[in-house]
């Protein structure tokens, strides 16, 4: 089944045999792991998720209810994916024709977070800390930091690693009111300073 057996998974589960769950992992209810996955610590498996073959998943990912991660997504760290998300692996999919080789591979970055009913269409990565608002269609790459939305999604300002709006002054510095942390916008891009 798997290396460790510190991890949780419920007996309507299924784990094929070639997958590596790390500890104090959960998975839920009617959820199949595929062979030859990598699913880190700490992580939670939702209700009625497929995670399939060679999908890495790293430390304390969130995987919400009804979610399909296919063959050629890697989450980094702390990555959330909402109920419902879809990812897409295959670029122009035809019933009748296997594209197997064809997988394309789509990075989420440490922190992102991906709404609700978002799509992810393959090949386009997700930055460090971006978020995804729900129901938004990614059609090319998003930035670290990114607040993206809509169908095609476009990007509506920068989020803080708390998920907070960043607000920039004419110096080009915002602080995210949680945590206190600055961030810098230079050349499109954002830094935590």
Not at 37 to 44: A, L, P
Not at 153 to 182: P, T
Request: contains cysteine; hydrophobic residues 40%.
């Amino acid at each position: 089944m798997s290396i460790s057996e510190d991890f949780f998974a419920h007996e309507t589960s299924v784990i094929d045999d070639g997958s590596i769950i790390g500890k104090n992992t959960k998975i839920w209810h009617f959820s199949h792991i595929m062979p030859n996955s990598i699913i880190g610590e700490q992580c939670n498996i939702g209700q009625n998720v497929v995670v399939s073959p060679d999908v890495v998943l790293g430390n304390n990912v969130k995987v919400q209810n009804n979610v399909s991660i296919y063959t050629g997504v890697i989450c980094e760290d702390d990555v959330f994916l909402g109920p419902s998300m879809v990812f897409t692996n295959v670029m122009n999919p035809r019933s009748a024709i296997n594209r197997k080789n064809e997988y394309q591979k789509t990075i989420v970055k440490k922190g992102a977070s991906i709404g609700a009913n978002a799509t992810i269409i393959c090949g386009n990565n997700i930055g460090e800390y971006a978020f995804i608002g729900a129901g938004a269609v990614v059609t090319k790459e998003v930035l670290p930091y990114a607040l993206v939305v809509g169908n095609p999604s476009k990007q509506i300002g920068w989020v803080s690693e708390y998920g907070h709006k960043l607000n920039f002054n004419e110096d080009s510095v915002a602080v995210c009111k949680e945590s206190n942390q600055q961030y810098r916008l230079i050349n499109e891009k954002v830094k935590k300073i």
